[in-house]
């Protein structure tokens, strides 16, 4: 038989895609999931004043529990891409969500600093299997034309996340200074954040449950990519990369760019009370409602662009998009800093929201169009792996800045100038990055039709 029969009797034998309810059922799940993962990770940075003064805890040990969940998460996401081209996914995902779930209840059990560190790690641990997961079943859920909208959808589940922690942690702050202790049925009584903690993680038990009795979608091979990548091992993965070393380091960094930002944000509250006089209650209720109303329209939108440049024919549509949001999110980084009202900063900084929520919604949607399909988990755990640690560089250097620097009564200069220290490098290979897409995407076979 020839190769044009043996390619002919492959394609014969492929699956079709699941139907489109199918796909976004599936989708719609895992982007409850998403929520409950990010409410579960976000919630501890807004609870660190009780828990320091309950422990009596020193910065630097809040700063390693902080770090608790990126170290172990992004070890731990290398393992869970591998598992998820091989394992059951769905499956995978029911265990992650029970672990992070327990584990966040745990959190709000922890009797000393050691109990708290281990249970911080085990949210990480857990929360490492599902967006490896998400996106190889996205991959085998949606034909590449389609892929943007249910990704974006999916990535919406990070404002909305933020969003809602930051409210609830509003309503704590408010409880706290006008209620004592609450009691629950078998953890008996509970001071505030100990009770937010375990509310936050008991309903996540019931979705690993729902997760376990769901259907997968087929997995798909990739016949175009056949002549690029011959196994699906993590070395095959590395030495993919290493191959395309220049293209992914100068993709990558862009969406590191984002993250530094973003994680960078976590010195805004701080920053608007030392600046404007805000405080720490008024900024995440007008943070909270500033997210939900923003970040998941802005995903969605920029997901549908996406699908449809893509369908009329823009050959690198995504990346193309990425980079409008980089563009967005640079100088909107920056200017809000230097504002004279607090309410005119936070508006300029809501243009910052949209720029963050286009590179992370589409980045994620790139890296699918320049990766085969047999090695996408364990390279999307890798991507997730640099994003991270890379990201928690952001927050490091407006800590140096503040206090090396500007001094710490001008907190917003260190802030500001973030955006600009990470934007140089990917700006700077963007001419190349760009070539090179184009160049993969026609190696890997990948048309917009």
Known sequence: MSDTDLQAAAAASVKPYPSAAAGWFLVAMLTVGYIFSFVDRYILGLLIEPIKAEFDLSDRSIGWLLSAFTLVYGFVGIFMGWLVDRGKRLWIVSIGVALWSVATVATGMAKNFVQLFTARMGVGIGEATLS??????????????????PIAFY???????????????????????????????????????????????????????????????????????????????????????????????????????????????????????????????????VNGIALLLIGPLNMMIMGSISDWWTKKGVKDASLRILYIGFFIMIPSGVIPLFMPTAEL??????????????????????LLVITPAQIRGQVVALYYLAISWFGSLGPIAVGELSSGVFGEDNLRYAVAAVPVIFAIAPLLMMPLTKRLYREQMDRLGVTTE
């Open 132 to 149: 490896p997961a998400t996106f190889s079943m996205i991959g085998d859920s949606f034909p590449t034309e389609k892929r943007g909208k």
């Open 155 to 285: 990535s919406a589940a990070l404002p909305i996340g933020a969003g809602l922690a930051s409210l609830l942690s509003g309503a704590v702050i408010a409880w706290t200074a006008s209620s004592g202790s609450q009691s629950l049925p078998y953890f008996g009584e509970l001071s505030p954040w100990r009770y937010t903690m375990i509310i936050v993680g008991l309903p996540g038990l019931l979705l690993a449950l729902i997760f376990l009795l769901m259907k997968e979608p087929a997995r798909r091979p990739a016949a175009a990519s056949s002549n690029v990548i011959s196994g699906s091992g993590f070395t095959d993965a590395l030495r993919y990369l290493w191959d395309n070393k220049a293209l992914y380091i100068g993709f990558v960094l862009v969406i590191c760019a984002m993250t530094a930002i973003a994680y960078s944000h976590g010195f805004l509250a701080p920053t608007f009370e030392r600046t404007w006089g805000w405080s720490p209650q008024k900024y995440a209720y």
């Open 345 to 366: 900063a936070f508006a300029l900084l809501c243009i910052n929201t949209i720029g963050i929520g286009i590179v992370s919604a589409i980045g994620v949607t790139s």
